[in-house]
């Protein structure tokens, strides 16, 4: 079987449009910026303030991924912890927790197998006792890794997982792993609640009309983890990514009480300067004329508690 986005489309990067932009033969040029030895902010975590999870919160790792502690429990959403990946983009900052301060994981969450999200080496490490929500699509390759525990999800479904209500929510994305599986498993994002409060989490996606839908579906978001990074060149990354402004715009129809800012400034992925994505965020919340709380743009390694 092979999956769409809402409005049926597949926005897949194929061989010609992903050599035209890296050969480049097209007018949207960006300036040559480095990917690693980049300044961006960065704080110690050794993990002693969460390992009873008293407290409900989100840490920022790094990239897509994020320690999620609601209720007592705790969850990692797209947990790359490599050094690089795929052997071949480095990381351009260590992951804000490191392995041993990281609490007791009760349950995974992978928002698509797109190897910057879905990372081999550290799904190993995290190993069989964990509980995995996946898209359908990509059970049977976490049987083959020897992870069994695997809770298989399609758009709008919703699961009780150790005691967290978990609801797979679309995006607009695509999927690939190998040469031959292209939209062969889903993609979406997670709407986590427990106890009345509840967080989002976007995964890899565009701008859609989706997240209108989701904010109805789900009720009140009280955080919304959104993407605002690896973004240009726009004429090949906007069926894909959000820029900023398109995050912006995601937040407000979402109807979600606070931003929380991610995807920048860990791996370099696309042609904008590592550091740029937050400058422009915070430019276009200016010009939204949004108040400043709701907004957190947490360092890596950064705890924000949720109230």
């Known amino acids: 079987m092979r999956y769409a986005n809402l409005d049926g489309q597949s926005h897949s990067s194929g061989i010609a449009r992903i050599l035209r932009w890296k050969l480049g033969w097209h007018d949207e040029k960006w300036p040559r910026t480095p990917g ?77 197998n797109h190897r910057d999200h879905m990372d081999a080496p550290t799904l190993k490490r995290l190993g069989p006792d964990v509980i995995y929500v996946v898209p359908r699509g990509l059970g049977s390759a976490f049987g083959r890794a ?24 679309p995006a ?45 579906r789900c009720g009140e978001i009280h955080a919304a983890m959104l993407p605002i990074g690896a973004y240009a060149p726009r004429w090949f990354m906007r069926r894909q990514h959000m820029d900023p402004v398109d995050a912006v715009r995601a937040y407000s129809a979402l109807g979600a009480k606070r931003f929380i800012a991610m995807h920048w400034g860990t791996f370099k992925l696309t042609d904008e300067d590592l550091r740029e994505p937050p400058q422009l965020l ?11 709380a709701p907004l957190a743009i947490p360092a890596i390694g950064e705890t924000l508690l949720l109230d």
Not at 50 to 73: C, E, M, P, V, Y
Not at 81 to 99: E, K, Q, Y
């Open 36 to 112: 690693t030895g980049v300044a961006v902010p960065l704080v110690a975590n050794d993990g002693r303030a969460l390992r009873n999870a008293a407290a409900d919160a989100l840490t920022w790792i790094g990239h897509a991924s994020f320690l999620i502690q609601l209720g007592g429990k705790s969850a990692l959403i797209d947990p790359v912890m490599s050094p690089s990946i795929a052997g071949f983009i480095p990381r351009n900052v260590v992951p804000g927790l490191d392995w041993p301060a990281l609490p007791k994981i009760d349950l995974v969450l992978v928002t698509h």
């Open 172 to 216: 607009e994305h695509w999927s690939r792993r190998g040469l031959l599986d292209t939209n062969a498993s889903w993609w979406g994002g997670y709407v986590i609640e427990r106890g009345g409060l509840r967080v989002y989490h976007s995964g890899d996606t565009a701008w859609f009309d989706g997240f209108e839908q989701i904010g109805l």
């Open 282 to 292: 915070r430019e276009t919340w200016k010009r939204a004329n949004l108040p400043d």
């Open 146 to 169: 020897g992870l069994r525990r695997v809770v298989e999800m399609q758009w709008w479904q919703q699961e009780e997982i150790e005691g967290l209500n978990l609801t797979f929510v």
